[in-house]
Structures are given as C-alpha cells and as structure tokens.
C-alpha cells in the first residue's frame, strides 16, 4: 500500500473507513472500492504528498 510505504501506519480501523497516520497526520481512508479520483486526490493532498510522487510510490 502506498501510504505504508509513505511512512503512515493504520491508528484505528471501522466498518467503513480505516484511520492511517504518521505520527503528525490523520488520514481517514473510506473502504469503499474502488475510492474516485476526487476522493484520493484529497487524500494525496492531506497526506502532504504531489500525485507525482504518490505514483511513484504505487
């Protein structure tokens, strides 16, 4: 998973999202499948991440 590889590790887990974090970032990953585009690009962003980056890290 890229944001394991990105350093954010799972910090709580529900029936329909999973809460990732870094330490200094929460992130709230709906389980649904697949996430649209608009939805992981808020993620990416909240993740402090570019989406070039993201996609090297796929």
Not at 40 to 51: E, K, L, P
Request: no cysteine; charged share 25%; glycine share 14%.
């Amino acid at each position: 998973m890229p944001l394991i590889r990105a350093g954010f590790r799972v910090a709580g887990e529900g029936r329909k999202h999973v809460v990732m974090s870094d330490g200094n970032r929460f992130l709230t990953i709906p389980r649904s499948n697949p996430i649209d585009a608009y939805t992981m690009g808020g993620i990416v962003t909240d993740a402090g991440r570019g989406v070039e980056e993201f996609k090297k890290l796929l």
